[in-house]
Nanobody, 122 residues
Framework: QVQLVESGGGLVQPGGSLRLSCAVS????????MGWYRQAPGEQRQLVAT???????NIVDSLKGRFTISRDNAKNTVYLQMNSLKPDDTAVYYC????????????????WGQGTQVTVSS
């Protein structure tokens, strides 16, 4: 089955940077769109950024200039570079991917990572 494994979260001071990684493993025919979401305590899960398999990116307006999404198709990995971090960025960050599994009917399905904690605090 398809699995998404995240890494790179942790504790960072305000103004610092983190780079999150999410690697896709398992049996699949292809990986299409990928994205990052985040959920702060007591809040709903919100979109952060998306990237297509054609490398078209979208960052939510409030995060443009600080966050960057990218992918390495050879490694089946999507990244989220986070700069100038603020305490309000504290959240659990989730990786998302749309992929076609290696089984009939080969329809694209949605997969989620387990989430990784990002804490921005002095």
């Amino acid at each position: 089955q398809v699995q998404l494994v995240e890494s790179g979260g942790g504790l960072v001071q305000p103004g610092g940077s983190l780079r999150l990684s999410c690697a896709v493993s398992g049996r699949f025919l292809s990986i299409d769109d990928m994205g990052w979401y985040r959920q702060a305590p007591g809040e709903q899960r919100q979109l952060v950024a998306t990237i297509t398999n054609g490398n078209t990116t979208n960052i939510v307006d409030s995060l443009k200039g600080r966050f960057t999404i990218s992918r390495d198709n050879a490694k089946n990995t999507v990244y989220l570079q986070m700069n100038s971090l603020k305490p309000d960025d504290t959240a659990v960050y989730y990786c998302n991917a749309h992929a076609s599994p290696y089984r009939w009917p080969y329809n694209r399905e949605t997969y989620w990572g387990q989430g990784t904690q990002v804490t921005v605090s002095s």
